[in-house]
Structure formats: structure tokens, C-alpha cells
């Protein structure tokens, strides 16, 4: 398989689109990632246990939420068993893809500790809260800055992965090394489309509630709990479906998705 390298400015688009596709049926996409959300948050109430199932699940939910904005694309129905539809086929690699992003994550939280004795890695997978000499020495901001870096081609190996092991029947291995490729690959792309998610997920909120705010100060906290449950509303179905398109425009054409 060949990742296409797109210019910068498709990165835009990977947002726009996303939306594009998230108006065609906003109502039942903004339910699967509600829902999936809130099956994720039910699991993880059970100790450790529960942060192992979610995080072995993800890629099969991440298979299940990117079929159904590829239906909605195609125009074909949504149900809510879409949900589960990653599930069906190629488990076992998707599975595996959860493990390895485990035990790196794991890795890379270990590794952090060195600089914070593992008071982030604690705060991460124990709910722990750091103590506040930690915080206030500057040891944990530098763990967490290493954590960041390492995490780095971490993502651009796990970001396509599951789709390709789900869709195209990759190994994990060639999953992994071919979503990394076409990240880098399209790391302008990639840029753009990071830059365009701050605008949108932060700058535009928070022009919008302090517009609000203004205008009526008096329902202040009311408006803005309803405002920022709409808006995560929309901008969380628009960033599934824009993972879609990013993955439509480097690997696929016409006909050759599975």
C-alpha cells in the first residue's frame, strides 16, 4: 500500500470535510461517539482492569466510528450496531494494536518518571494527584514535556493503524509502519490540520462564550455548560470524520477501500 503525499493545505480541508460529512447525518454520528464515549467511561470505572479493556477496544471502536462516517459518505444508513461493527472482522489484529499502544504508552510513562520519580505516571494510570512540590519545582511540566515528544511518533504509528489492520487486513506490524510513513510523509499536511483544530476547538469557543458572557451576565454559567456540551456536540463527530477523510485522501481511491 502507498501513502499519496498532499499538500499543506489539505490538512484544511481533512476539517472542513469532516464537517461536511458530520451535517449529513450529525444527529446518529454525534450519538455513536456519545455512546461510545460513554461505554468507554462505564468500563473504566473498574481499577486497572477497566483502563486495559478500553485501551485494547480502542481500535475496534476507532474501526466502528470510521465505517460509519465512510457510510455516511457513501450515503448508505447508520444504525447504533455500527457501533460494535469493528468488532467483526480482523479482532485479533486490532487487539494487538490496542496491546501495543499499551505497553507503549506504559513505556513512555516509565521513562517520564525519571524526571518526576513517576508522579505523572501515577497521576495517569492511578488517578494519583501529584504532590505539590512536584508541581511547583517545575519536575512535572519536564516529564510531561517528555512524555509529549516520545508520544509523538507514537501517534503517527497508531493514527491510521487500526483502520488499515480493519479495513486492508495489515498485520500490526505493517499497519503501524505504513501509518507512520504516511504521516510523515504529509507532516505539512498534518500541520495545517493541527493548527486548524486549535483555531476551531479553542479560540472559536472561547470567542463565543465571552460574546455571550457579555450579552447576558447574568446566566453566565448556565449559557456556558449548554454552549460547551454543544459544541463538543459538533466538533467531536467532526474530528472522527475528518480522521476518515485524512485516511480517504493518502490511501484511497475510487474503489479500493474495503
Not at 86 to 115: E, K, P
Not at 157 to 186: D, E, M, Q, T
Not at 193 to 202: E, F, K, P, R
Request: aromatic share 10%; with cysteine; net charge neutral.
Amino acid at each position: 500500500m502507498q501513502a499519496l503525499t498532499l499538500p499543506a493545505a489539505q490538512g484544511w480541508r481533512w476539517l472542513t470535510e469532516g464537517f461536511r460529512i458530520f451535517r449529513r447525518n450529525h444527529l446518529m454520528l454525534a450519538f455513536l461517539v456519545v455512546s461510545y464515549w460513554a461505554l468507554m467511561a462505564l468500563v473504566n470505572i473498574i481499577p486497572v482492569l477497566g483502563t486495559i479493556a478500553t485501551t485494547l477496544c480502542i481500535p475496534a471502536f476507532s474501526v466502528s466510528l470510521m465505517t460509519a462516517c465512510r457510510s455516511i459518505d457513501r450515503g448508505t444508513p447508520l444504525s447504533p450496531q455500527l457501533l460494535f461493527s469493528g468488532f467483526g472482522s480482523h479482532l485479533r489484529s486490532l487487539l494487538i494494536l490496542g496491546a501495543i499502544y499499551l505497553a507503549a504508552t506504559v513505556g513512555i510513562l516509565a521513562v517520564s518518571a525519571l524526571a518526576d520519580d513517576g508522579a505523572l505516571m501515577a497521576m495517569m494510570l492511578a488517578g494519583n494527584k501529584p504532590a505539590e512540590e512536584v508541581v511547583n519545582d517545575g519536575t512535572l511540566l519536564l516529564a510531561t514535556q517528555i512524555a509529549l515528544l516520545l508520544l509523538c511518533p507514537l501517534i503517527m504509528a497508531y493514527w491510521y493503524a487500526p483502520v488499515l489492520a480493519g479495513w486492508h487486513g495489515l498485520s500490526p506490524a505493517k499497519a503501524l509502519f505504513f501509518s507512520f510513513v504516511a504521516c510523515l510523509r504529509n507532516w505539512r499536511a498534518f500541520l495545517v490540520y493541527s493548527l486548524a483544530i486549535a483555531v476551531v476547538g479553542t479560540l472559536v469557543p472561547g470567542l463565543i462564550l465571552g460574546i455571550l458572557a457579555t450579552l447576558l451576565p447574568s446566566g453566565t454559567a448556565l449559557i456556558t455548560v449548554l454552549v460547551t456540551v454543544l459544541i463538543i456536540l459538533v466538533l467531536a463527530p467532526t474530528l472522527f470524520a475528518s480522521f476518515y477523510v485524512s485516511y480517504r485522501d493518502v490511501f484511497v481511491t475510487a474503489g479500493d477501500d474495503a
